[in-house]
């Protein structure tokens, strides 16, 4: 089993960045293929960004290209998502989770079985 622990949100202007981390727990970190989700106000959660596996591509929603970055650090058992250019369409609650990677989904709520308690990011105009 997998605990997930986001950090890092707050608020911040718009064209300003911020980065959020999220810990796991357990030895078989490095075994799971890992996202990043958010939840809007009044909105479904949508992909965000991900890992087709532990150390693999990563892919993103055309919505943050080029100005998210995600990535990990297996010895730290944390990922990371770097936040640059941000929006007021950006504001939202920020999850990371956790699959198998054999359930092929990198962009799909259904495949991830471990989920962080979530951390709120807030862009102002």
């Known amino acids: 089993q997998v605990q997930l622990v986001e950090s890092g949100g707050g608020l911040v202007q718009a064209g300003g960045s911020l980065r959020l981390s999220c810990a796991a727990s357990?030895?078989?970190?490095?075994?799971?293929?890992m996202g990043w989700f958010r939840q809007p106000p009044g909105k479904e959660r949508e992909f965000v960004a991900g890992?087709?596996?532990?150390?693999?591509?990563?892919y993103y929603a055309d919505s943050v290209k080029g100005r998210f970055t995600a990535s990990a650090d297996n010895a730290k058992n944390t990922v990371y998502l770097q936040m640059n250019s941000v929006k007021p369409e950006d504001t939202a609650v920020y999850y990371c989770a956790a699959r198998d990677p054999l359930r092929v989904g990198v962009n799909n709520i259904g495949k991830y079985e471990y989920w962080g308690q979530g951390t709120q990011v807030t862009v102002s105009s």
């Open positions: 357990g030895r078989t970190f490095s075994r799971y293929a």
């Open positions: 890992f087709n596996r532990s150390g693999g591509s990563t």
